[in-house]
């Protein structure tokens, strides 16, 4: 018997934590926060024998830390890329907690003492916990991102964490083969529709950038620091327009050229880095918004980082855009821009003058592409986290035969 507790990011995005608990060990699979709240998930109580990350984004990994303010002494298990990304992650999340006069979750510390003891994985791997294995696979959702596959008491329990089954420029999609899986712990973020196709999403924003740059204006990208600005990078440098890159996505993606063996052209990314001109300081800034140019930069939800500035100098200007490429969780500032075409921030409360789109060039799967993958796997128990539909998606998924269940914060369930 395998008991598994959902400790969040159930029927949300958000605070990921799931406990499991077989033969008489406790191993925890992600403790992130909710990044727009920094709500967190119920406690994981000690003792833990293990805690494994799929991925550095901090709706996964953004409470771990904690642990070891807890007084946890054993190691967090992820690959090495997603160490090192972390690392920066967890600081800056430090950092935007004492901006907005939070409480602060953890202490440099305690990042410090993860990092001291963690221990890498790599894609394949295999890891004995007691008499539980589990096995590590590629997800396809960023560098370093990864799937689980728990095997203990006679089952064999997939966690895919985010997961992405196509290739990007960037990083190679996930492996889709998994033999003789009993029960699915799937990510639904988007069980509800189906992306468009992503080539000609790329096409589509290399044709804005062109038209705005020629008409001197400025292709403003909101992008994730990790893996959405390295992406746009690789798909935009050969244009052969000025490119200015602001905020955290520029340690993000010297960090993962550090790590070449987990993107599919290393050598293509250094190409379209060196190229990109690196906002450093204030007067860097001040010279990208007087040039027609493309600015890449964070935040990705639009929430704070210095995408602000630039709305605040290009918001009214009609020969500029604006192109949003990612998820938006309910209450960020880009939701809101999404929902209802106006920008409210800083003071500010406007709808934008500027040209405006959203371009769904997501790393999760989608619809087709889950339901495709549970009917070729044909598991016992599919259990749906990390979506704000998966009460419905539970419904579709037993109107077509599946034992599906979207669980709630809190529950336990033995299987």
């Given at each position: 018997?395998v008991e598994?507790?959902f400790l969040g990011g159930?029927r949300?995005?958000g605070?990921?934590?799931?406990?499991?608990e077989t033969?008489?060990k406790?191993?925890?699979?992600?403790?992130g926060?909710?990044?727009?709240?920094?709500?967190?998930p119920?406690?994981?109580?000690?003792?833990l024998?293990a805690v494994?990350?799929?991925h550095a984004?901090l709706?996964?990994?953004?409470?771990?830390p904690?642990?070891?303010?807890e007084g946890?002494?054993g190691?967090?298990?992820a690959?090495?890329?997603?160490?090192d990304l972390m690392?920066l992650?967890?600081?800056d999340?430090l950092?935007v907690q004492?901006?907005?006069?939070?409480?602060?979750l953890f202490?440099?510390?305690?990042i410090?003492k993860?990092e001291?003891l963690?221990r890498?994985?790599?894609?394949?791997e295999?890891?004995?916990?007691?008499?539980a294995?589990?096995?590590v696979?590629?997800a396809?959702?960023?560098?370093?991102?990864v799937?689980?596959?728990?095997e203990?008491?006679?089952?064999r329990?997939?966690?895919?964490?985010d997961?992405?089954?196509l290739?990007?420029r960037l990083?190679?999609?996930?492996?889709p083969?998994?033999?003789?899986?009993?029960?699915?712990i799937?990510e639904c973020?988007?069980?509800y529709?189906n992306h468009p196709?992503?080539?000609?999403?790329i096409?589509?924003i290399?044709?804005i950038?062109?038209?705005?740059v020629y008409n001197n204006?400025?292709?403003?990208l909101?992008?994730?620091?990790?893996?959405?600005?390295?992406e746009?990078?690789i798909n935009?440098?050969?244009l052969?327009?000025?490119?200015y890159l602001?905020?955290m996505g520029?340690?993000?993606?010297?960090?993962?050229?550090?790590?070449p063996e987990y993107?599919?052209?290393?050598?293509?990314?250094?190409?379209a880095?060196?190229k990109?001109r690196?906002?450093?300081?204030?007067?860097d800034?001040n010279?990208a918004?007087?040039?027609?140019?493309?600015?890449?930069?964070?935040?990705?939800?639009?929430?704070?980082?210095p995408?602000?500035f630039y709305?605040?100098k290009?918001?009214?200007?009609?020969?500029?855009s604006?192109?949003t490429?990612?998820y938006?969780v309910?209450?960020t500032v880009?939701?809101?821009l999404m929902?209802?075409?106006r920008y409210?921030?800083d003071?500010l409360d406007?709808r934008p003058k500027?040209h405006?789109?959203?371009?769904d060039?997501?790393a999760?799967?989608?619809?087709?592409h889950?339901?495709r993958f549970l009917?070729?796997?044909?598991?016992e128990?599919?259990?749906?986290?990390?979506?704000e539909?998966?009460?419905e998606?539970e419904?579709?998924?037993k109107s077509m035969g599946?034992?599906?269940?979207?669980?709630?914060i809190?529950?336990?369930?033995?299987?």
């Open positions: 018997m598994i507790t159930t949300e995005v605070r990921m934590g799931i406990l499991l033969s008489g406790r191993i925890l699979w992600e403790y926060v909710n990044v727009q709240t920094m709500d967190v119920k406690k994981a109580e000690l003792p024998d494994f990350v799929t984004h709706d996964h990994s953004g409470y771990l904690a642990l070891y303010k946890y002494e190691s967090v298990c690959t090495s890329v997603t160490f690392s992650l967890l600081r999340a950092k004492s901006k907005r006069g939070l409480k602060l202490m440099p510390h305690d410090e993860m001291r963690k890498i994985v790599r894609f394949g295999e890891i004995e916990i007691g008499d294995l589990i096995t696979h590629n396809g959702h960023i560098p370093g991102a799937s689980f596959v728990l203990a008491e006679g089952k329990i997939l966690y895919t964490g997961i992405k089954f290739d990007t990083v190679s999609g996930a492996e083969h998994f033999k003789d899986i009993d029960i699915v799937t973020t988007y069980s529709k196709d992503r080539e000609k999403l096409d589509r290399r044709e950038a062109q038209e705005t204006g400025i292709l403003l909101p992008c994730f620091a990790v893996g959405r600005t390295q746009l990078l935009l440098y050969d052969g327009l000025p490119i602001d905020g520029i340690d993000a993606t010297e960090i993962i050229l550090n790590h993107i599919k052209n290393p050598s293509e990314l250094r190409k880095f060196s990109a690196k906002v450093v300081r204030p007067r800034r010279e918004v007087h040039n027609a140019c493309i600015i890449i930069t964070t935040a990705g939800m639009m929430n704070g980082g995408v602000s709305m605040k290009l918001h009214n200007k009609e020969n500029c604006l192109v490429t990612g938006m309910e209450g880009g939701r809101t929902d209802t075409g409210i921030a003071g406007v500027m405006m789109e959203f371009l060039l997501s999760h799967t989608d619809h087709d889950i339901v009917e070729k796997l044909s598991p128990k599919i259990f749906l986290v990390h979506g539909h998966n009460p998606f419904k579709e998924l599946f034992d599906a269940y979207s669980p709630e809190g529950e336990k369930m033995r299987v």
